[in-house]
């Protein structure tokens, strides 16, 4: 079909949808650091304390990391080349797997590109038509992908809530048979072991509980329990003693870990069904080998250096103690990732911006990621981050936080 009209950009659509974020104020720039991650960091030709990175044991930038990484890309090269199943796995690829099984306490372990394309690639693999998921509501967005990708018809409890999960799975196992004239084969309840825009800790043993009366299978997401929760950061399996109850664990290299990827942590069958099928790992190239390289260390650090992991622990105590002394509304965190509530996003968006003006650099997080009327700028202490710069920190909270009317003083 021709036309005399003039053509019109067929992605207009865009600049309009941009418009609507910006009115709305739930439109985010990036900002853009010139300087390494750490406890200071350069934005904007400015030099501000972060509390805004998931480097929670500061081994982003460890002299132990940094030259196991440099190490690697002198004797492997730059780039891995290919997809694992093809010619991109390297002895660096293994002997990362075999040192995180260990850690773990599973029988083996398989890497994935990011902690996003490991639940991606594990979830629609293991799961399919003749089996259900059971999700907490809050689970992670790359969660809700994954369940998307799989066959499997899912339900939702409601967050943190063993009772209602207790009772999805008493109905499931009753009308299981209903559809398909057979029980389900696979029943798994999905949760993350720490929420990563509240900081709660997952009930991991009621969930645990809860599923084993259904035979079901459970499978916790440890992004942000991984370095944080359990004995030199084991995560939050070893935290509540359930080693050996829990299938399948996914954790993440990109946080505590400090390099880049994820893992899955399980049974042989698991890993070795994994290569077999999974997606990202069928049809993606492998790490590079600095950053398998660098995982491994970063694993061996963890061990070797508990002080990390003590000074994580110790900072987030005195930080989250003092938010709550000055009157802040900190939610329901327990870990490293503390909320300050604003509301609405027009004002967490100000209020991130202050901060910048006193030099901390925090930032909002807004609807999608959280509720439209649950703003909140998100905080997260690190081991690396020094008395004096928490003290800072707190300071620019209580001059924002008066000026904004949130606390009183
Ligand atoms: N799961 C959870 C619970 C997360 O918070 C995140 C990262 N925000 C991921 C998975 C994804 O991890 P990665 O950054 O390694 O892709």
């Given amino acids: 079909m021709t036309t005399n009209e003039p053509r019109r950009d067929p992605l207009a659509f865009l600049g309009e949808e941009l418009d609507d974020l910006r ?15 750490g406890p200071i960091v350069s934005v904007d030709e400015k030099r501000l304390i972060s509390l805004s990175s998931n480097d929670y044991l500061g081994l982003t930038h460890h002299p132990r990391v940094r030259d196991a990484a440099l190490a690697a890309v002198r004797d492997f090269g730059a780039g891995s080349g290919a997809v694992r199943t093809i010619a991109g796995t390297m002895s660096l ?22 902690g996003f394309s490991a639940n991606t690639g594990v979830i629609p693999t293991i ?6 998921i059971v999700s907490d509501e ?16 899912r339900k939702i409890y409601k967050h943190a809530d063993t009772d209602h999960l207790r009772s999805i799975l008493e109905e499931a196992v009753e009308k299981g048979r209903e559809r398909t004239g057979l029980p389900y084969r696979l029943i798994l309840v999905v949760t993350d072991g720490v929420f990563s825009m509240d900081g709660d ?11 084993e009366s259904a035979n079901a299978a459970v499978f916790v997401d440890d992004a942000h329990a991984s370095g944080v929760l359990g004995r030199d950061g084991r995560g939050s399996v070893d935290h509540f003693g359930l080693h050996g109850r829990v299938a399948i664990q996914v954790g993440t290299l990109s946080k505590a870990v400090g390099v880049l990827g994820g893992y899955v942590a399980g049974s042989q069958d698991l890993r070795d069904i994994l290569i077999q099928r999974a997606r990202p790992f069928l049809f993606s190239t492998s790490h590079p080998p600095a950053v398998a390289a660098a995982c491994r260390e970063a694993i061996r650090v963890m061990q070797e250096e508990p002080e990390l992991h003590e000074r994580l622990w110790a900072n987030t105590k005195r930080f989250k103690a003092e938010l709550a002394r000055l009157g802040f509304d900190t939610g329901r965190s327990e870990t490293p990732i503390t909320p300050v509530m604003m509301g609405d996003p027009e004002t967490a968006g100000r209020f991130s911006q ?17 509720a439209i009327d649950k703003a909140r700028i998100r905080t997260i202490v690190t081991a690396a981050h020094a008395d004096a710069q928490l003290d800072r920190a707190l300071e620019a909270f209580a001059t924002v936080g008066r000026e904004f009317g949130l606390i009183s003083g």
């Fill in 138 to 153: 809050l689970n992670h967005a790359s969660i809700i992908d994954g369940m998307r990708l799989s066959k499997a018809p």
């Fill in 23 to 37: 009115t709305r104020n739930l439109y985010r720039p990036l900002r853009v650091m010139s300087s390494a991650q």
């Fill in 354 to 370: 202050r901060l910048i003006e006193e030099g901390v650099f925090a930032q909002p997080v807004v609807f999608p990621t959280v």
């Fill in 127 to 132: 799961t399919g038509e003749q089996d259900l």
């Fill in 201 to 211: 800790i997952a009930p991991l043993r009621g969930v645990v509980e809860a599923a």
């Fill in 93 to 114: 690829h293994e002997d990362l797997e075999r040192d995180l099984a260990v850690f773990k306490g599973t029988q083996a372990t398989l890497t994935f590109q990011s």
